[in-house]
């Protein structure tokens, strides 16, 4: 919110040397990550310069943190540049615009991880999702547990998974809706409490899988399906049993997978170990900030907006 109080000019001054800056291979590689549009882009009529995405706020966008952080990338342009944005709608919840494939390039916080061509990744809601945690407790201190806590309404996997696996021994598991005497609901359980355990459920709930983010920093394991949708971390690039542990659709073997890494710790501490090399890339906030911009710049150029 402090940067709404810097002038624009101030940011327009600054993106000439930001965008000087050299990528180097793994940065050009997540820029054609994100943004795969090659051809010329036509904007639609509900495309919005910045004055008309600061109004649109006020009036009928009530996700505040996703404005902030498009707002703050879209200032270091002109302020006549138009942009398509999947935020300029009032009957925007959560993520579920972002399940349909576009019919045209738009920029998103989230989209399916294929057939996502005209869904444009940038960096959004960063306060809520790239929380990275430094865990204090080695893998081989925590208690041979699978824990999971959340919201089962929002995604039927989530509601399947707990009915069939909350009186498994090595599960703590639990919804944290809902009805406080159903045998599916837990209480909630804070992430110091969760880090205890050597195995974390990471499941998709609107969208992506919100705790994978501080999951795979930490020195317990994700344990999930191989993921349906991905946002700036690029869950699509994720192999299963390389950066998490991978289970089936229908978790039909969670409980055994769980048993074989409680029996290979060493495998485990390299699954450990490459997640952490995998959520490294997005600590550099210039870096992230500089394929941004970029991102932004090549949307500017193919719609036609900046010839420079």
Known sequence: ????????????????????????????????????????????????????????QLTKN???????????????FQSNYRF????NSPNYIGSNIAKRKSLFPIF???????DNENSLLLKI????????????LDFK?????A??????????????????YIHC???????????????????????????????????????????LFWAMSSNSICVMPKPNYESWFMEGKLKGDYHFIEVDDNFSNAEEKINFYINNPEKCLHIISNAHKFVNQFKDEKKEQLIQLVILNRYLKLSGQNNE
Request: with cysteine; aromatic share 16%; glycine share 2%.
């Open 1 to 56: 919110m402090l940067y709404l109080l810097v002038p624009n000019f101030i940011f327009r001054k600054k993106l000439n040397k930001i965008l000087s800056q050299p990528l180097d291979k793994e940065m050009i590689s997540r820029v054609n990550y994100y943004f795969k549009q090659k051809s010329a882009i036509e904007l639609t009529k509900n495309a919005k310069n910045i004055n008309e995405i600061f109004i649109n």
């Open 141 to 145: 201190s925590k208690k041979n547990v």
């Open 84 to 87: 398509d944005y999947i935020y």
């Open 125 to 136: 809601n960063q306060v809520k999702l790239f929380h990275f945690i430094n865990d204090k």
């Open 62 to 76: 009530k996700q505040n943190s996703h404005f902030f952080d498009f707002y703050n990338l879209v200032r270091f």
């Open 147 to 164: 824990v999971w806590r959340g919201d089962s309404k929002n995604n039927s996997k989530r509601s399947f998974f707990i009915e069939k």
């Open 169 to 211: 021994e090595k599960f703590d598991i639990g919804q944290t809706n809902g009805d406080k005497n159903s045998p599916l609901y837990k209480d909630f359980l804070p992430i110091n409490e969760q880090l205890k355990n050597k195995f974390i459920f990471c499941l998709e709930g609107k969208c992506i899988s919100t705790n």
């Open 108 to 114: 998103v916080k989230s989209r399916p991880i294929i």
